[in-house]
């Protein structure tokens, strides 16, 4: 079973930045799939950012591309979202999410959330 805690959330005005982390503890970190999700009021969830188990390849969806930038410390079992040029529209519950596969849309294991809120 693995747990994954999510940290770095706050309260930004836009065009801030954050950094949110996730620590995984009681798996293989380097052997699974990471990415981030978010859930804004009203909204389904929807998936941010994803990357391997190497780092060496990620990919983030259009609403977020040249903004954030997931990595991973495999040394550190952690995973980051470095979130820049933040709008209003980024405000939501991101969750951490880990995976043997794709994690875009049904993820093994769930952290619990962290709220990052950006005022305009």
């Known amino acids: 079973q693995v747990q994954l805690v999510e940290s770095g959330g706050g309260l930004v005005q836009a065009g801030g930045s954050l950094r949110l982390s996730c620590t995984a503890s009681?798996?293989?970190?380097?052997?699974?799939?990471m990415g981030w999700h978010r859930q804004a009021p009203g909204k389904e969830r929807e998936f941010v950012a994803g990357?391997?188990?190497?780092?060496?390849?990620?990919y983030n969806v259009d609403s977020v591309k040249g903004r954030f930038t997931i990595s991973r410390d495999n040394a550190k079992n952690t995973v980051y979202l470095q979130m820049n040029s933040l709008k209003p529209e980024d405000t939501a519950v991101y969750y951490c999410?880990?995976?043997?596969?794709?994690?875009?849309?049904?993820?093994?294991?769930w952290g619990q959330g962290t709220q990052v809120t950006v005022s305009s």
């Open positions: 009681g798996g293989i970190f380097s052997s699974y799939v």
């Open positions: 999410a880990a995976g043997r596969g794709a994690v875009s849309r049904a993820p093994d294991y």
């Open positions: 990357i391997n188990w190497s780092g060496g390849s990620t």
